[in-house]
């Protein structure tokens, strides 16, 4: 667990674990001679990737951002990408029980971002945070019901359709302030409707901008992943992003990064590098 204070919130990193994801896929058209001077890969070519949940408590409310793969994969998943499994047990160690969560913010809904939303008991499928209202981009939570046959593999409905079913789960549609310093904002390119978390407090700000930049080796513009639905309106995302968060010096939460889980997003002769928070 990291910790750090924004303003009058405090910010706390909070592990999955890590999974592997073929390096290609992680870094699209970049080729490996480029890649692989940032991150490692094993003889398979595999890179490591973190599953990093931000929870804010504001004074008010606990927030957690994000819940990781959870426990739910199938076998077959489970050969491809192991059972890290760790953000309940990790909460618990810190002191935080599924009952204190106010909030839970899902940026999309691949399994490795929503798997903790919802544990099994006996059989059934229950929330993981029993007082918790979770929310979604309702285009996200539609476009899961009938996925491609291209990221079909990404979503599983026991993550998110149970809480749709109890009422749990709200679908907003574009920016909405979710809790007071707390707003979600539309960043598509990932997916059509993937949201970034913007958390403001006394002049400082912070972003989970999920998968739009996932490690802090992916900061380059064009550094798209093979992952991305539409991979142009990514790079779009990514300049609009840049041009509010550098400025205005953000700290911005990197989803997958195993080693550098935020950073200020700087550009140095040119080069863009993350500076890791103080």
Known sequence: MQQQILGDFELSIFSDGTYPLDGGAFFGVVPKIMWSRKVQADEKNFVQAGLNSLLIRTGKHTVLVETGIGGKLSDKMIKIYGQPAQLLRNLAAAGVTSEDIDVVINTHLHFDHCGWNTVRKGDQVVAAFPRAKYYVQRGEWEYSQKPSERDAISY????????????QMELIEGSREIVPGIRVEEFPGHTAHMQAVIVESSGKTACYISDLIPTSAH???PWVMAFDLFPLDTIASRKRYYARALPEKWLTVFTHDDQVPWGYVEQVDGKLLARAPE
Not at 156 to 167: T, V
Request: proline content about 7%; overall charge negative.
């Open 219 to 221: 900061l380059d513009v």
């Open 156 to 167: 599983i409905s026991d993550n998110y359709n149970p809480l749709i079913e109890s009422g």
